[in-house]
């Protein structure tokens, strides 16, 4: 799959196939993300992949999914939750605080995963502490971000913007309005 491609067809994924995903394909995951561009090559993030079933079931009430969305369209139903999920951690003996390189780490992953025919979803709504707690993270560790990751039991479709950038699900399909190239460009010179 060419990068033109992969970027038009990656879409937020929170549904998917009970399919394991193989070890290697999370390992290269993380590869993508450590080749990124990081400010004066300083690589402070470091990742924790979550791939046994028993440490899913021990993060899942950790994250907070979709709160655009109706309460009852939140639910995940137990057949269709994340395979595998990969933590993603900025170490502070290395560097204090995440810069805005960490969005290019996290999209390598997220593009990574769509080549691989994955579905992916870039959760900030976490409970850090208790993920902390659960999986004994050492205190320099700043946890940041969770990717959940697995093959889609769902669509996400992309719709002309209209009023409104709230996303909505109907059909088993969730609908994602974006705004179109010409409102965006400010001007050409």
């Known amino acids: 799959m060419n990068v033109e491609k992969a970027i038009y067809k990656r879409r937020t994924i929170r549904r998917y196939e009970q399919v394991p995903i193989p070890s290697e394909i999370l390992r290269k995951l993380v590869d993508l993300a450590r080749i990124a561009p990081m400010s004066v090559n300083i690589q402070y993030l470091e990742y924790i992949i979550i791939n046994t079933s028993q440490n899913r079931e021990r993060l899942f009430p950790c994250l907070t999914w979709s709160s655009l969305l109706l309460p009852a369209e939140r ?98 399909i969730m609908h994602v309005p974006k705004r179109e190239l010409y409102d965006i460009i400010i001007k050409e010179i």
Do not use: H
């Not at 502070?92 to 992953?109: F, L, P, R, S, V």
């Not at 990717?147 to 669509?155: D, N, W």
């Open 75 to 172: 639910i995940m139903e137990e057949n269709k939750r994340p395979m595998a999920y990969i933590i993603v951690c900025v170490n502070t003996e290395i560097k204090k605080k995440a810069g805005d390189e960490i969005g290019a780490a996290i999209q390598n992953m997220l593009l990574g995963a769509t080549s691989f025919g994955l579905g992916a979803c870039w959760l900030g709504s976490i409970d850090k502490k208790k993920i902390r707690e659960i999986f004994s993270i050492p205190d320099f560790y700043a946890i940041s971000y969770v990717i959940s990751l697995g093959f889609p039991a769902e669509e996400s479709r992309i719709e002309p913007y209209k009023d409104s950038f709230k996303y909505w699900k109907e059909n088993n």
